[in-house]
Protein backbone atom coordinates (compact mmCIF):
# COMPACT_ATOMS: atom_id res chain seq x y z
CA UNK A 1 0.00 0.00 0.00
CA UNK A 2 1.24 3.53 -0.74
CA UNK A 3 2.13 5.32 2.01
CA UNK A 4 0.23 9.10 2.74
CA UNK A 5 -0.66 10.90 5.37
CA UNK A 6 -3.66 12.92 6.54
CA UNK A 7 -2.08 14.95 9.26
CA UNK A 8 -5.48 16.00 11.14
CA UNK A 9 -8.88 14.41 10.11
CA UNK A 10 -10.08 18.49 9.06
CA UNK A 11 -7.64 18.27 6.74
CA UNK A 12 -8.69 18.20 2.83
CA UNK A 13 -5.28 17.21 1.84
CA UNK A 14 -3.06 14.72 2.41
CA UNK A 15 0.45 14.41 2.30
CA UNK A 16 2.87 12.02 -0.27
CA UNK A 17 5.23 10.15 2.50
CA UNK A 18 6.92 8.62 -1.29
CA UNK A 19 6.71 9.34 -4.93
CA UNK A 20 3.03 8.21 -6.64
CA UNK A 21 1.90 8.06 -9.96
CA UNK A 22 -0.83 8.71 -11.76
CA UNK A 23 -3.65 5.66 -11.57
CA UNK A 24 -2.08 5.05 -8.42
CA UNK A 25 -5.16 3.99 -5.73
CA UNK A 26 -4.26 5.31 -1.84
CA UNK A 27 -6.24 4.82 0.99
CA UNK A 28 -7.28 7.40 3.80
CA UNK A 29 -9.37 7.37 6.38
CA UNK A 30 -11.08 3.60 4.69
CA UNK A 31 -11.70 5.49 1.36
CA UNK A 32 -10.29 4.81 -1.79
CA UNK A 33 -8.93 7.91 -3.85
CA UNK A 34 -7.46 7.47 -7.38
CA UNK A 35 -4.56 9.84 -7.93
CA UNK A 36 -5.39 11.57 -11.06
CA UNK A 37 -1.33 13.20 -11.65
CA UNK A 38 1.73 12.12 -10.63
CA UNK A 39 2.75 13.19 -6.56
CA UNK A 40 5.68 13.97 -5.56
CA UNK A 41 7.11 12.57 -2.01
CA UNK A 42 6.22 15.42 0.05
CA UNK A 43 4.03 16.92 -1.58
CA UNK A 44 -0.01 17.43 -1.61
CA UNK A 45 -3.41 15.97 -3.51
CA UNK A 46 -7.09 15.87 -2.56
CA UNK A 47 -8.93 14.37 -0.66
CA UNK A 48 -12.23 15.76 -1.80
CA UNK A 49 -13.61 18.02 -4.67
CA UNK A 50 -12.42 21.83 -4.26
CA UNK A 51 -14.36 24.35 -5.44
CA UNK A 52 -12.79 27.69 -6.57
CA UNK A 53 -12.54 29.91 -3.40
CA UNK A 54 -12.71 26.83 -0.95
CA UNK A 55 -10.21 26.84 1.94
CA UNK A 56 -7.54 24.21 1.85
CA UNK A 57 -6.65 22.93 5.19
CA UNK A 58 -3.97 21.23 6.20
CA UNK A 59 -2.69 20.76 9.49
CA UNK A 60 -6.27 21.09 10.46
CA UNK A 61 -5.91 25.06 9.53
CA UNK A 62 -5.99 27.17 6.00
CA UNK A 63 -3.13 27.12 4.60
CA UNK A 64 -4.41 28.98 0.74
CA UNK A 65 -7.76 29.06 -0.87
CA UNK A 66 -8.30 27.19 -4.27
CA UNK A 67 -7.94 29.82 -7.27
CA UNK A 68 -10.22 26.93 -10.01
CA UNK A 69 -11.84 24.15 -8.71
CA UNK A 70 -9.87 20.64 -7.89
CA UNK A 71 -11.20 17.41 -8.33
CA UNK A 72 -9.81 14.51 -5.33
CA UNK A 73 -6.70 12.79 -6.06
CA UNK A 74 -5.10 16.26 -7.98
CA UNK A 75 -2.03 17.54 -7.67
CA UNK A 76 -2.47 20.87 -4.92
CA UNK A 77 0.29 23.77 -5.70
CA UNK A 78 1.32 26.42 -6.37
CA UNK A 79 -0.61 26.28 -9.89
CA UNK A 80 -4.16 25.65 -7.97
CA UNK A 81 -4.35 27.15 -4.68
CA UNK A 82 -2.69 30.77 -3.15
CA UNK A 83 -2.03 32.53 -0.11
CA UNK A 84 -4.52 34.07 2.69
CA UNK A 85 -1.92 36.49 4.06
CA UNK A 86 -2.53 40.19 3.35
CA UNK A 87 -1.15 42.96 5.47
CA UNK A 88 -1.62 43.89 9.24
CA UNK A 89 -4.13 41.84 11.82
CA UNK A 90 -5.89 41.86 14.76
CA UNK A 91 -6.33 39.66 17.04
CA UNK A 92 -8.03 38.46 20.18
CA UNK A 93 -6.68 36.55 23.10
CA UNK A 94 -8.05 33.21 23.44
CA UNK A 95 -6.33 31.34 25.86
CA UNK A 96 -5.49 27.64 25.81
CA UNK A 97 -5.50 25.24 29.09
CA UNK A 98 -2.71 22.98 28.80
CA UNK A 99 -3.78 19.27 27.64
CA UNK A 100 -0.52 17.10 28.01
CA UNK A 101 1.14 15.36 30.43
CA UNK A 102 4.43 16.03 32.19
CA UNK A 103 7.80 14.64 31.33
CA UNK A 104 8.67 13.28 34.84
CA UNK A 105 12.38 12.25 33.96
CA UNK A 106 15.68 13.94 35.09
CA UNK A 107 18.13 13.98 32.93
CA UNK A 108 21.54 15.19 33.35
CA UNK A 109 24.44 16.81 30.79
CA UNK A 110 28.19 17.47 31.57
CA UNK A 111 29.03 20.96 31.47
CA UNK A 112 31.42 23.55 32.49
CA UNK A 113 30.54 25.76 35.37
CA UNK A 114 31.63 29.54 34.84
CA UNK A 115 32.44 32.31 37.20
CA UNK A 116 29.09 34.19 36.74
CA UNK A 117 27.08 30.72 37.76
CA UNK A 118 26.49 30.24 33.51
CA UNK A 119 27.38 26.88 32.57
CA UNK A 120 28.98 26.04 29.04
CA UNK A 121 28.68 22.95 26.72
CA UNK A 122 32.04 23.76 25.13
CA UNK A 123 35.31 25.21 26.44
CA UNK A 124 36.71 27.03 23.42
CA UNK A 125 38.75 29.72 22.98
CA UNK A 126 36.74 32.60 20.54
CA UNK A 127 37.87 35.52 18.97
CA UNK A 128 35.30 38.09 18.34
CA UNK A 129 36.12 40.83 16.30
CA UNK A 130 34.85 44.54 16.53
CA UNK A 131 35.13 45.39 13.31
CA UNK A 132 35.45 43.61 9.61
CA UNK A 133 38.37 45.25 8.79
CA UNK A 134 40.29 42.85 10.90
CA UNK A 135 38.63 39.55 9.07
CA UNK A 136 41.60 38.08 8.11
CA UNK A 137 44.17 39.05 10.95
CA UNK A 138 41.77 36.86 13.62
CA UNK A 139 42.12 33.73 10.51
CA UNK A 140 45.52 33.80 10.47
CA UNK A 141 45.50 34.06 14.32
CA UNK A 142 43.26 30.91 14.33
CA UNK A 143 45.83 29.45 11.58
CA UNK A 144 48.70 29.75 14.35
CA UNK A 145 46.81 28.97 17.20
CA UNK A 146 46.31 25.06 16.87
CA UNK A 147 43.12 23.28 17.62
CA UNK A 148 39.76 24.92 19.69
CA UNK A 149 40.47 28.69 18.67
CA UNK A 150 37.21 30.35 16.56
CA UNK A 151 36.67 33.63 14.76
CA UNK A 152 33.59 34.60 13.23
CA UNK A 153 34.32 36.93 10.68
CA UNK A 154 31.37 39.57 10.17
CA UNK A 155 31.35 43.59 7.95
CA UNK A 156 30.38 45.49 10.49
CA UNK A 157 31.56 47.18 13.78
CA UNK A 158 32.02 50.64 11.62
CA UNK A 159 30.08 53.02 9.57
CA UNK A 160 26.84 51.99 10.92
CA UNK A 161 24.20 53.82 12.36
CA UNK A 162 21.39 53.88 15.02
CA UNK A 163 19.53 50.30 15.72
CA UNK A 164 22.29 48.78 13.16
CA UNK A 165 25.06 49.93 15.32
CA UNK A 166 23.87 48.73 18.47
CA UNK A 167 22.70 45.63 17.46
CA UNK A 168 26.23 45.14 16.14
CA UNK A 169 27.53 45.85 19.35
CA UNK A 170 24.91 43.48 21.28
CA UNK A 171 25.87 40.06 19.23
CA UNK A 172 28.84 40.80 20.10
CA UNK A 173 28.46 41.42 23.59
CA UNK A 174 26.51 38.27 23.89
CA UNK A 175 29.16 36.33 21.93
CA UNK A 176 31.91 37.80 24.00
CA UNK A 177 30.06 36.22 27.08
CA UNK A 178 28.38 33.17 25.73
CA UNK A 179 29.26 30.39 28.36
CA UNK A 180 30.61 27.92 25.58
CA UNK A 181 33.42 30.03 25.24
CA UNK A 182 35.96 29.14 27.57
CA UNK A 183 38.09 32.46 26.82
CA UNK A 184 37.74 35.05 24.37
CA UNK A 185 39.66 37.70 23.04
CA UNK A 186 38.24 40.52 21.43
CA UNK A 187 40.25 41.89 18.41
CA UNK A 188 40.16 45.33 17.22
CA UNK A 189 41.69 47.57 14.88
CA UNK A 190 41.93 51.04 16.60
CA UNK A 191 40.09 53.72 14.03
CA UNK A 192 36.55 52.35 14.02
CA UNK A 193 33.09 53.08 15.62
CA UNK A 194 32.94 50.22 17.59
CA UNK A 195 36.45 50.12 19.06
CA UNK A 196 37.38 48.79 22.02
CA UNK A 197 37.19 51.95 24.15
CA UNK A 198 33.77 51.84 23.21
CA UNK A 199 32.92 48.30 22.85
CA UNK A 200 33.82 48.02 26.74
CA UNK A 201 30.94 50.40 27.49
CA UNK A 202 28.37 48.32 25.81
CA UNK A 203 30.14 44.83 27.25
CA UNK A 204 29.76 46.06 30.98
CA UNK A 205 30.66 43.42 33.71
CA UNK A 206 33.18 40.42 32.70
CA UNK A 207 35.58 37.66 33.84
CA UNK A 208 38.89 39.69 33.18
CA UNK A 209 41.09 36.35 33.27
CA UNK A 210 38.93 34.99 30.21
CA UNK A 211 38.41 38.20 28.50
CA UNK A 212 41.71 39.66 27.04
CA UNK A 213 41.65 42.73 24.61
CA UNK A 214 43.87 43.57 21.80
CA UNK A 215 43.96 46.62 19.59
CA UNK A 216 46.40 45.91 16.52
CA UNK A 217 47.27 49.89 15.21
CA UNK A 218 48.70 50.20 18.36
CA UNK A 219 51.14 47.28 18.68
CA UNK A 220 54.34 46.25 16.27
CA UNK A 221 53.49 42.79 15.57
CA UNK A 222 49.58 41.77 16.06
CA UNK A 223 49.74 38.19 15.35
CA UNK A 224 52.70 37.65 17.94
CA UNK A 225 51.01 39.44 20.56
CA UNK A 226 47.39 37.76 19.66
CA UNK A 227 49.44 34.39 19.81
CA UNK A 228 50.74 35.02 23.29
CA UNK A 229 47.21 36.09 24.83
CA UNK A 230 45.44 32.82 23.42
CA UNK A 231 48.43 30.95 24.82
CA UNK A 232 47.88 32.39 28.05
CA UNK A 233 43.86 31.41 27.59
CA UNK A 234 44.60 28.36 26.32
CA UNK A 235 46.97 27.40 29.65
CA UNK A 236 43.93 28.54 32.08
CA UNK A 237 41.21 26.10 29.67
CA UNK A 238 43.11 23.23 30.76
CA UNK A 239 42.71 23.32 33.59
CA UNK A 240 38.78 23.29 33.20
CA UNK A 241 36.85 20.13 33.96
CA UNK A 242 33.21 19.08 33.30
CA UNK A 243 30.69 18.37 35.51
CA UNK A 244 27.07 17.27 36.11
CA UNK A 245 24.30 19.48 35.86
CA UNK A 246 20.51 18.95 35.50
CA UNK A 247 19.08 19.78 32.09
CA UNK A 248 17.23 23.00 33.59
CA UNK A 249 20.82 24.67 32.56
CA UNK A 250 20.24 23.86 29.18
CA UNK A 251 19.10 26.62 26.45
CA UNK A 252 18.57 25.36 22.83
CA UNK A 253 17.78 27.46 19.79
CA UNK A 254 15.17 25.90 17.19
CA UNK A 255 15.83 26.62 13.53
CA UNK A 256 14.23 25.15 10.30
CA UNK A 257 16.08 26.29 7.20
CA UNK A 258 15.69 24.46 3.42
CA UNK A 259 12.32 23.16 4.25
CA UNK A 260 10.19 20.58 2.55
CA UNK A 261 6.96 18.66 2.72
CA UNK A 262 8.35 16.44 5.04
CA UNK A 263 9.01 19.03 7.94
CA UNK A 264 5.84 19.24 9.87
CA UNK A 265 5.57 15.63 9.54
CA UNK A 266 9.10 14.35 10.90
CA UNK A 267 11.47 16.79 11.98
CA UNK A 268 10.23 19.49 13.66
CA UNK A 269 7.44 17.28 15.24
CA UNK A 270 10.13 15.46 16.70
CA UNK A 271 12.20 18.71 17.83
CA UNK A 272 8.89 20.16 19.33
CA UNK A 273 8.87 16.78 21.85
CA UNK A 274 12.13 17.59 22.83
CA UNK A 275 11.61 21.18 23.05
CA UNK A 276 8.74 19.83 25.61
CA UNK A 277 10.69 17.50 27.59
CA UNK A 278 13.41 20.03 27.98
CA UNK A 279 11.01 22.42 29.14
CA UNK A 280 9.40 20.44 31.73
CA UNK A 281 12.79 19.41 32.92
CA UNK A 282 13.13 23.57 33.79
CA UNK A 283 15.34 24.29 30.65
CA UNK A 284 14.75 27.14 28.08
CA UNK A 285 13.76 26.44 24.45
CA UNK A 286 14.06 29.58 21.92
CA UNK A 287 12.24 29.87 19.06
CA UNK A 288 13.05 32.93 16.41
CA UNK A 289 12.13 33.11 12.66
CA UNK A 290 9.40 35.48 12.79
CA UNK A 291 7.92 35.78 9.15
CA UNK A 292 7.87 31.84 9.83
CA UNK A 293 5.10 32.30 11.89
CA UNK A 294 3.23 34.84 9.74
CA UNK A 295 -0.07 32.44 9.05
CA UNK A 296 0.36 30.31 12.78
CA UNK A 297 0.80 32.93 15.09
CA UNK A 298 -2.25 32.40 16.84
CA UNK A 299 -1.85 29.62 18.10
CA UNK A 300 1.64 30.72 19.26
CA UNK A 301 -0.73 34.08 20.99
CA UNK A 302 -3.47 31.65 22.59
CA UNK A 303 -0.58 30.09 23.88
CA UNK A 304 0.81 32.85 25.96
CA UNK A 305 1.36 32.48 29.43
CA UNK A 306 -0.77 35.64 30.23
CA UNK A 307 -2.29 38.77 28.63
CA UNK A 308 1.25 40.47 29.20
CA UNK A 309 3.31 37.82 26.96
CA UNK A 310 0.12 37.58 24.53
CA UNK A 311 0.28 41.42 23.25
CA UNK A 312 4.07 41.45 22.98
CA UNK A 313 3.63 38.45 20.66
CA UNK A 314 1.20 40.63 18.64
CA UNK A 315 3.39 43.10 18.72
CA UNK A 316 6.32 41.02 17.46
CA UNK A 317 4.51 39.68 14.62
CA UNK A 318 2.68 43.01 13.87
CA UNK A 319 6.10 44.90 13.99
CA UNK A 320 8.03 42.23 11.97
CA UNK A 321 5.21 42.56 9.02
CA UNK A 322 5.42 46.68 9.64
CA UNK A 323 9.42 46.19 8.96
CA UNK A 324 7.57 44.56 5.33
CA UNK A 325 5.85 47.42 4.59
CA UNK A 326 8.27 49.92 5.13
CA UNK A 327 10.25 48.54 1.91
CA UNK A 328 6.84 48.04 0.31
CA UNK A 329 7.58 44.20 0.01
CA UNK A 330 4.67 41.67 1.00
CA UNK A 331 4.28 39.62 4.00
CA UNK A 332 3.33 36.28 2.30
CA UNK A 333 7.36 36.43 -0.17
CA UNK A 334 7.75 33.30 1.28
CA UNK A 335 8.35 29.83 0.31
CA UNK A 336 11.68 29.65 -1.03
CA UNK A 337 11.69 28.15 -4.50
CA UNK A 338 13.41 25.23 -2.70
CA UNK A 339 10.76 24.85 -0.43
CA UNK A 340 8.47 24.74 -2.99
CA UNK A 341 10.18 22.17 -4.87
CA UNK A 342 10.57 20.63 -1.95
CA UNK A 343 6.45 20.51 -1.20
CA UNK A 344 5.81 23.09 0.60
CA UNK A 345 2.75 25.66 -1.59
CA UNK A 346 2.65 28.77 0.93
CA UNK A 347 3.70 30.82 3.89
CA UNK A 348 0.82 29.78 5.67
CA UNK A 349 1.60 25.84 5.13
CA UNK A 350 5.17 26.61 6.30
CA UNK A 351 4.50 28.46 9.24
CA UNK A 352 2.39 26.01 10.27
CA UNK A 353 5.06 23.63 10.44
CA UNK A 354 7.93 25.74 11.69
CA UNK A 355 6.27 26.32 15.13
CA UNK A 356 6.24 22.67 15.74
CA UNK A 357 9.66 22.98 16.93
CA UNK A 358 7.94 25.00 19.88
CA UNK A 359 6.22 21.81 20.64
CA UNK A 360 3.20 22.35 23.05
CA UNK A 361 4.50 24.33 25.87
CA UNK A 362 3.21 28.11 26.75
CA UNK A 363 5.05 31.00 25.71
CA UNK A 364 7.00 32.40 28.79
CA UNK A 365 8.52 35.01 27.50
CA UNK A 366 9.15 37.54 24.22
CA UNK A 367 12.79 38.62 23.71
CA UNK A 368 13.97 41.60 21.51
CA UNK A 369 16.59 41.16 18.93
CA UNK A 370 20.21 40.65 20.71
CA UNK A 371 18.06 40.04 23.89
CA UNK A 372 19.84 37.19 26.32
CA UNK A 373 16.76 34.39 27.57
CA UNK A 374 16.62 33.78 31.00
CA UNK A 375 13.35 32.47 31.29
CA UNK A 376 12.75 28.95 31.79
CA UNK A 377 10.24 27.59 29.06
CA UNK A 378 9.26 28.54 25.61
CA UNK A 379 11.17 32.04 24.75
CA UNK A 380 10.32 33.80 21.10
CA UNK A 381 12.72 35.68 19.41
CA UNK A 382 12.57 38.71 17.53
CA UNK A 383 14.43 38.21 14.63
CA UNK A 384 14.60 36.80 10.32
CA UNK A 385 14.50 33.69 9.22
CA UNK A 386 17.35 33.66 7.31
CA UNK A 387 19.47 30.89 8.04
CA UNK A 388 22.69 32.65 9.39
CA UNK A 389 20.83 35.24 11.22
CA UNK A 390 18.74 33.32 13.07
CA UNK A 391 21.91 31.11 13.91
CA UNK A 392 23.43 33.90 15.00
CA UNK A 393 20.48 35.51 16.81
CA UNK A 394 19.64 31.79 18.88
CA UNK A 395 23.43 32.16 19.70
CA UNK A 396 23.68 35.56 20.90
CA UNK A 397 20.36 35.02 22.97
CA UNK A 398 22.28 31.83 24.70
CA UNK A 399 21.72 29.19 23.09
CA UNK A 400 24.55 26.47 24.05
CA UNK A 401 23.33 24.49 20.92
CA UNK A 402 20.56 24.59 18.16
CA UNK A 403 18.69 22.02 16.62
CA UNK A 404 18.28 22.82 12.61
CA UNK A 405 15.74 20.83 10.88
CA UNK A 406 15.88 20.12 6.89
CA UNK A 407 14.81 18.65 4.30
CA UNK A 408 16.66 19.93 1.46
CA UNK A 409 20.57 19.99 3.28
CA UNK A 410 22.32 22.71 4.48
CA UNK A 411 26.14 22.32 5.95
CA UNK A 412 25.68 25.99 7.53
CA UNK A 413 27.12 25.84 11.10
CA UNK A 414 26.60 28.32 13.96
CA UNK A 415 29.19 29.46 16.59
CA UNK A 416 27.72 26.75 18.92
CA UNK A 417 26.82 23.13 17.84
CA UNK A 418 24.80 23.13 15.20
CA UNK A 419 22.75 19.76 15.14
CA UNK A 420 21.29 18.92 11.17
CA UNK A 421 18.38 16.77 11.56
CA UNK A 422 17.00 15.29 8.11
CA UNK A 423 13.10 15.10 7.49
CA UNK A 424 13.40 12.13 5.13
CA UNK A 425 15.90 9.66 4.65
CA UNK A 426 17.27 10.53 1.02
CA UNK A 427 18.72 13.17 2.71
CA UNK A 428 20.26 11.26 5.53
CA UNK A 429 21.91 9.00 3.59
CA UNK A 430 22.89 11.26 0.79
CA UNK A 431 24.34 13.71 2.39
CA UNK A 432 25.61 11.82 5.83
CA UNK A 433 28.42 14.71 5.86
CA UNK A 434 26.06 17.29 6.70
CA UNK A 435 23.47 15.24 8.66
CA UNK A 436 23.46 14.51 12.66
CA UNK A 437 20.41 12.70 13.12
CA UNK A 438 17.61 11.27 10.62
CA UNK A 439 13.67 12.22 11.70
CA UNK A 440 13.35 10.73 8.23
CA UNK A 441 12.73 7.12 9.84
CA UNK A 442 9.15 8.39 10.99
CA UNK A 443 8.46 7.99 7.66
CA UNK A 444 8.32 4.05 8.27
CA UNK A 445 7.91 3.52 11.73
CA UNK A 446 6.14 6.20 12.92
CA UNK A 447 6.60 5.86 16.59
CA UNK A 448 7.55 10.01 17.27
CA UNK A 449 7.34 9.12 21.22
CA UNK A 450 10.52 6.28 21.30
CA UNK A 451 12.22 7.99 18.75
CA UNK A 452 12.16 11.28 20.89
CA UNK A 453 13.83 9.34 23.84
CA UNK A 454 16.81 8.73 21.38
CA UNK A 455 16.96 12.05 20.62
CA UNK A 456 16.89 13.53 23.55
CA UNK A 457 20.11 11.27 24.46
CA UNK A 458 21.98 12.12 21.68
CA UNK A 459 21.27 16.11 22.55
CA UNK A 460 22.41 15.53 26.15
CA UNK A 461 25.49 13.58 24.25
CA UNK A 462 26.21 16.31 22.48
CA UNK A 463 25.60 18.48 25.66
CA UNK A 464 28.17 17.07 27.12
CA UNK A 465 31.14 16.96 24.28
CA UNK A 466 30.04 14.75 21.59
CA UNK A 467 30.90 16.86 18.36
CA UNK A 468 28.30 18.00 15.64
CA UNK A 469 29.15 17.59 12.04
CA UNK A 470 29.36 21.15 11.84
CA UNK A 471 32.25 21.32 14.32
CA UNK A 472 33.64 18.83 12.66
CA UNK A 473 34.03 20.11 9.40
CA UNK A 474 34.32 23.74 11.08
CA UNK A 475 31.68 25.42 9.85
CA UNK A 476 31.16 28.49 12.22
CA UNK A 477 29.40 31.38 10.69
CA UNK A 478 27.72 34.80 11.82
CA UNK A 479 25.84 37.27 10.04
CA UNK A 480 24.15 40.28 11.82
CA UNK A 481 20.57 41.88 11.20
CA UNK A 482 21.37 45.10 9.09
CA UNK A 483 18.11 47.67 8.75
CA UNK A 484 19.57 50.78 7.83
CA UNK A 485 22.48 53.10 6.43
CA UNK A 486 26.28 51.97 5.55
CA UNK A 487 28.37 55.24 5.83
Not at 14 to 31: F, M, Q, R, S, T
Not at 197 to 206: N, R
Not at 279 to 295: A, N, R, Y
Not at 317 to 338: A, T
Request: with cysteine.
Amino acid sequence: MKKVIQINPKDSVAVALEPLYKGDIVVVNDVEIKLLEDIGQAHKFALMDIKNGDMIIKYASPIAHAIKDIKQGEFVHSHNIKTNLDGILEYNYNKEEPQYSIYAEDKYFMGFLRSDGQVGIRNDIWIINTVGCINRTAENIVKNSGEGVYTFVHPYGCSQLGSDHKNTQLILKNLVKHPNAGGVLVLGLGCENNNITEFKKVLGSYDESRVRFLETQTVEDELDEALKIIAELKNITLKDKRERFPVSKLKIGLKCGGSDGLSGITANPLVGKLSNKLIDMGGISILTEVPEMFGAETILMNRAKSKEIYNKTVSLVNNFKEYFKRYNQVVYENPSPGNKDGGITTLEEKSLGCIQKGGEREVQAVLNYGEIATESGLNLLNGPGNDIVAVTNLSAAGAHLILFTTGRGTPLGGPVPTVKISTNNLLAKKKGHWIDYNAGTLVDNGNIDKLSEDFLEYILEVASGKQTLNEINNYREISIFKDGVTL
